[in-house]
């Protein structure tokens, strides 16, 4: 069955860091970007960047740039999506996705990140 | 970056009727890379459209895409209450990959 599967709801202080797993299995793993978006409470979606797991490549959008980090490991099908530096504002679901050429096809369940004290 | 604004904020509309919702570009897409989701609560976006026009699998034809550059549409005919969402357009020309604000459609 293809699908990502994402890690469980976490809770943090700010000031901390999480870091969220999406599992891809059904798939090569290594032939698709994986793009990360959040969606905060009652708002939109909100791009954050995208790795190639084949190469290591990431691109991050600038807003997140030095508190971002998106990485992968091939022997697992898993990539991750670390943010530092938690704070308040970062309360949302974070979203794995699968960049099909552009459009993404397929999307994992979401993990909600909540910061507070 | 490319700023994408969707209108109308709300529509609500009764099962038959046509919803048309709008996504207008700050500047035009290149390669018509604009990019249709429907969201519904509690779920991951969906994918409807990409390539403006292209309809993704399994999405029923009463869904078209059209549009190009700046302008790009949404369009729903014969309304059914399980349309009920939130619906997205996202492009994905050059990074970063921005998401318009979305469009509530509620069915009557």
Redesign the interface.
Known sequence: QVQLVQSGAEVKKPGASVKVSCKASGYTFVGYYIHWVRQAPGQGLEWMGWINPNSGTTNYAQKFQGRVTMTGDTSISTAYMEVSRLRSDDTAVYYCARDRSGPYDLWGQGTLVTVSS | EIVLTQSPGTLSLSPGERATLSCRAGQSVSGN?L?W?Q?KPGQ????LF??AYNR??GIPDRFSGSGSGTDFTLTISRLEPEDSAVY?C?H?DT????????TKLEIK
């Not at chain 2, 990074?95 to 979305?102: E, H, K, L």
């Open positions: 890379y990019a989701y969201q991951p976006p969906r994918l990409y390539g993704a699998t997205y996202q994905y990074s970063p990959y921005t998401f318009g604000q979305g």
